[in-house]
């Protein structure tokens, strides 16, 4: 979970009063965080620092020590902030003046778009810089996923000449001074010899062009997304009037992450100034990009659902109040025998997706504490499940016939679940606002998860037999939630001899000693040879299918012996 370390003068001041932190630690519950560690009260107070873990990844407008304060804030009742004096919407777009930025058609194919605003109004001080410092790496590593979709830039205003230009230039014939550095270096060079090229130099592998950030004179402000430059980029202490820019490949969470700084920023005190963003391609929000930019969704709850869910009885007036108290603007719609609350949430958040998201910030509103403990009313007798008695006889047939058992994730990347094993989407799960990459898909199929293990075992002897008894799930329009989870059996035989012919040998043991008669048909599974491959018919219906795994797939995993595998749905053998 993200770690924030927020300066302990800022962070009370932003909060407009001192709590001792006892008092604090209990506060914290409301923004879903906890006090990770006290500061050393030996150091003098303005460089004393409060260490806060958050405890959800759904708001990454808390990852800051504005958005901690702002929550803590508003839940103890404090006046909400208007933040649509600077707030762009579809109906209203903020007049940029001068302020403008010209996207290069070049820059398409490597690193697409771009948003931006300035921050003007008083002079930034040594804990607001390293607060930004802060906010800016915490957005683009975790919700930018390690700043291949988001990365965040800041630079001197007053030094800039209007308009700037984003554009993608021959990474080996130009060069600048980076941060951190005196001399100039060429694009290309930074990547291998700069620390931040380093570190994030394998977001452009393989491009022949690198994204260019300038103003109209030509003087660098960055390469996006590895480093700023050592004079438009170089922020420092005193400096008044900023420019945020951010560039990625997911606008929506471009939009979403300079609605959080700004929203950050207005409450400290700055004042919030648009930057127009021309793009010669439509963004999605059009070609023309003003933020900040309200676009989230209304959702809707109802009390009763409120109510049954939470096990209480909240009045209306209970419930706008503490969906006030989250920073909502909310309105209620008198029904027969119920209440609709229909909720807008803050500009900065975009974690609502159902009805019981809306219940959850009722519940968080109306504090933890308010909420009495209760007994259990029903008397139950705790036994296993069917499913699971079914899955522990599986495993001890699939041990005997000298299989290894492994665990894995639920979730992971696009890249191992359909990219490298070269199925389609169609039918494939994929998370709404994922905080990173590698947990984006719910596996459809374990024989991925077993391939990744193989592709990590080639200094073990071989033969190498595994196997996983574990949920997969998938896209199905029969099912009322349009999707279905099963119990699935997958396996893997990795060895110089891995055959087809072996492993329908031990489909049939396994079959036999689970008490089921089977048939084989031809089946075309791109996952493997075309001809070794078989799918398992138990009354007439396919519960599973084996083979020889392609070559392909097996490249793609850079698995270098023979492979045969297969799974089985056992819920359709119980």
Same mark, same amino acid.
């Given at each position: 979970?993200?770690?924030?370390?927020?300066?302990?003068?800022?962070?009370?001041?932003?909060?407009?009063?001192?709590?001792?932190?006892?008092? &604090?630690?209990?506060?914290?519950?409301?923004?879903?965080?906890?006090?990770?560690?006290?500061?050393?009260?030996?150091?003098?107070?303005?460089?004393?620092?409060?260490?806060?873990?958050?405890?959800?990844?759904?708001?990454?407008?808390?990852?800051?020590?504005?958005?901690?304060?702002?929550?803590?804030?508003?839940?103890?009742?404090?006046?909400?902030?208007?933040?649509?004096?600077?707030?762009?919407?579809?109906?209203?777009? @903020?007049?940029?003046?001068?302020?403008?930025?010209?996207?290069?058609?070049?820059?398409?194919?490597?690193?697409?778009?771009?948003?931006?605003?300035?921050?003007?109004? @008083?002079?930034?001080?040594?804990?607001?810089?390293?607060?930004?410092?802060?906010?800016?790496?915490?957005?683009?590593?975790?919700?930018?996923?390690?700043?291949?979709?988001?990365?965040?830039?800041?630079?001197?205003?007053?030094?800039?000449?209007?308009?700037?230009?984003?554009?993608?230039?021959?990474?080996?014939?130009?060069?600048?001074?980076?941060?951190?550095?005196?001399?100039?270096?060429?694009?290309?060079?930074?990547?291998?010899?700069?620390?931040?090229?380093?570190?994030?130099?394998?977001?452009?592998?393989?491009?022949?062009?690198?994204?260019?950030?300038?103003?109209?004179?030509?003087?660098?402000?960055?390469?996006?997304?590895?480093?700023?430059?050592?004079?438009?980029?170089?922020?420092?202490?005193?400096?008044?009037?900023?420019?945020?820019?951010?560039?990625?490949?997911?606008?929506?969470?471009?939009?979403?992450?300079?609605?959080?700084?700004?929203?950050?920023?207005?409450?400290?005190?700055?004042?919030? &100034?648009?930057?127009?963003?021309?793009?010669?391609?439509?963004?999605?929000?059009?070609?023309?990009?003003?933020?900040?930019?309200?676009?989230?969704?209304?959702?809707?709850?109802?009390?009763?659902?409120?109510?049954?869910?939470?096990?209480?009885?909240?009045?209306? =007036?209970?419930?706008?109040?503490?969906?006030?108290?989250?920073?909502?603007?909310?309105?209620?719609?008198?029904?027969?025998?119920?209440?609709?609350?229909?909720?807008?949430?803050?500009?900065?958040?975009?974690?609502?997706?159902?009805?019981?998201?809306?219940?959850?910030?009722?519940?968080?509103?109306?504090? &933890?504490?308010?909420?009495?403990?209760?007994?259990?009313?029903?008397?139950?007798?705790?036994?296993?499940?069917?499913?699971?008695?079914?899955?522990?006889?599986?495993?001890?047939?699939?041990?005997?016939?000298?299989?290894?058992?492994?665990?894995?994730?639920?979730?992971?990347?696009?890249?191992?679940?359909?990219?490298?094993?070269?199925?389609?989407?169609?039918?494939?799960?994929?998370?709404?606002?994922?905080?990173?990459?590698?947990?984006?898909?719910?596996?459809?199929?374990?024989?991925?998860?077993?391939? *990744?293990?193989?592709?990590?075992?080639?200094?073990?002897?071989?033969?190498? *037999?595994?196997?996983?008894?574990?949920?997969?799930?998938?896209?199905?329009?029969?099912?009322?939630?349009?999707? @279905?989870?099963?119990?699935?059996?997958?396996? &893997?035989?990795?060895?110089?001899?891995?055959?087809?012919?072996?492993?329908?040998?031990?489909?049939?043991?396994?079959?036999?000693?689970?008490?089921?008669?089977?048939?084989?048909?031809?089946?075309?599974?791109?996952?493997?040879?075309?001809?070794?491959?078989?799918?398992?018919?138990?009354?007439?219906?396919?519960?599973?299918?084996?083979?020889?795994?392609?070559?392909?797939?097996?490249?793609?995993?850079?698995?270098?012996?023979?492979?045969?595998?297969?799974?089985?749905?056992? =819920?359709?053998?119980?």
């Amino acid at each position: 979970m993200p770690k924030i370390e927020v300066n302990e003068k800022l962070f009370f001041n932003l909060l407009g009063t001192k709590y001792d932190y006892d008092t &604090l630690e209990k506060k914290l519950t409301c923004g879903k965080a906890e006090l990770d560690e006290k500061p050393d009260m030996n150091a003098k107070p303005e460089d004393r620092v409060i260490k806060i873990e958050l405890n959800d990844t759904n708001r990454p407008d808390l990852w800051s020590t504005g958005g901690v304060t702002r929550q803590l804030r508003l839940h103890e009742g404090a006046k909400r902030s208007d933040y649509s004096k600077f707030m762009s919407t579809a109906a209203s777009v @903020k007049d940029s003046g001068e302020r403008v930025a010209i996207v290069d058609e070049a820059v398409k194919e490597v690193r697409p778009y771009m948003v931006s605003f300035v921050i003007s109004g @008083k002079a930034i001080d040594d804990p607001m810089l390293k607060d930004i410092i802060q906010t800016q790496e915490k957005l683009a590593w975790n919700f930018g996923r390690k700043r291949r979709t988001i990365s965040m830039g800041v630079y001197r205003v007053d030094q800039i000449h209007w308009p700037v230009h984003y554009t993608a230039v021959d990474p080996d014939k130009t060069s600048f001074v980076p941060l951190g550095c005196d001399s100039p270096m060429t694009c290309r060079q930074i990547l291998t010899e700069h620390p931040k090229g380093k570190d994030f130099g394998w977001i452009l592998d393989g491009a022949k062009k690198f994204p260019l950030l300038k103003d109209d004179k030509g003087e660098v402000m960055s390469m996006a997304p590895i480093i700023n430059s050592a004079t438009l980029g170089a922020v420092k202490v005193g400096d008044k009037d900023l420019m945020v820019e951010l560039t990625g490949t997911e606008m929506e969470s471009l939009i979403l992450s300079a609605n959080i700084v700004a929203c950050d920023f207005a409450d400290a005190g700055y004042e919030i &100034l648009p930057v127009k963003v021309v793009h010669p391609y439509d963004t999605g929000f059009g070609k023309e990009v003003v933020v900040p930019f309200y676009f989230q969704k209304e959702t809707k709850a109802s009390l009763k659902a409120i109510n049954k869910k939470l096990g209480s009885e909240l009045t209306k =007036e209970q419930v706008l109040d503490a969906l006030t108290r989250m920073d909502n603007d909310v309105t209620a719609k008198d029904l027969k025998g119920d209440v609709e609350f229909t909720v807008k949430p803050a500009p900065y958040r975009n974690d609502f997706l159902h009805e019981v998201d809306v219940i959850e910030d009722v519940m968080i509103g109306v504090g &933890l504490d308010n909420f009495k403990p209760m007994r259990p009313n029903d008397f139950t007798i705790g036994k296993l499940s069917d499913v699971t008695i079914f899955s522990r006889k599986t495993k001890e047939i699939m041990v005997g016939l000298g299989y290894q058992e492994m665990i894995f994730n639920y979730l992971g990347s696009k890249r191992d679940y359909i990219d490298r094993m070269g199925i389609d989407t169609k039918k494939v799960i994929e998370i709404a606002n994922p905080m990173s990459e590698n947990y984006q898909y719910v596996r459809p199929s374990i024989i991925a998860s077993l391939l *990744k293990a193989e592709s990590g075992s080639a200094n073990a002897i071989f033969p190498h *037999k595994i196997f996983e008894i574990g949920k997969v799930a998938f896209l199905d329009e029969k099912e009322n939630t349009g999707t @279905k989870t099963i119990q699935s059996l997958g396996f &893997l035989t990795a060895a110089n001899n891995a055959n087809f012919n072996d492993m329908a040998s031990e489909v049939s043991s396994l079959l036999y000693f689970l008490d089921h008669k089977y048939e084989v048909k031809e089946v075309s599974d791109p996952r493997f040879i075309p001809g070794r491959q078989a799918a398992i018919l138990v009354n007439g219906k396919q519960v599973g299918v084996f083979g020889e795994v392609h070559p392909q797939v097996l490249e793609n995993w850079q698995i270098s012996v023979p492979c045969a595998a297969g799974e089985i749905d056992l =819920e359709d053998l119980m």
